[in-house]
């Protein structure tokens, strides 16, 4: 059993059910150890800014766990957890051993957000990110930067 706070798979049929049920579902496929827990400690932080997001966690050592096990996308993995994020009942991609917060943020986002283009009325830096402080006026920041160069 999994001591965490999110949502637990227990078997390959409820796993089947939940990624048929759910268009974006995130699968943490690990042990109680410490390349593991961080994963899920920041998974159950994550769920509240990704509602658009099922987490779910899964027993490595679970027999039916080798449905995550047998995955192709984790074929060359050698160290736990895994974490598998699935969208409309695909595997989208598969990360193994420990992630910090900005590693998985940036697979959520990357898989599971929508493309927003840039505002218009919003003037990029130099770095190419959007500086709304701005909006087309003359700030501190820019001047600092101009005269860096």
Avoid: W
Avoid at 64 to 79: D, H, K, T, W
Avoid at 99 to 112: F, G, H, S, T
Avoid at 121 to 133: I, M, Y
């Amino acid at each position: 059993m999994l001591y965490t706070n999110l949502k637990h798979i227990e078997s390959a049929d409820k796993l089947a059910q939940i990624i048929s049920e759910h268009e974006n579902v995130v699968v943490i496929c690990g042990r109680m150890d410490p390349m593991c827990v961080p994963v899920y400690r920041i998974a159950e932080e994550l769920e509240g800014e990704y509602s658009q997001v099922k987490f779910f966690d899964m027993e490595f050592d679970n027999p039916e766990s080798q449905v995550i096990r047998a995955l192709p996308e984790v074929r060359s993995f050698m160290g736990i957890p895994f974490t598998i994020y699935y969208k409309n009942g695909q595997v989208v991609k598969a990360t193994t051993g420990i992630q910090n917060k900005a590693q998985i943020i940036r697979v959520l986002d990357n898989e599971y957000s929508e493309a927003i283009a840039p505002s218009p009325a919003l003037p990029q830096n130099r770095e190419g990110s959007f500086d709304s402080a701005t909006s087309g006026n003359v700030s501190l920041k820019n001047i600092s930067s101009e005269l860096a160069v």
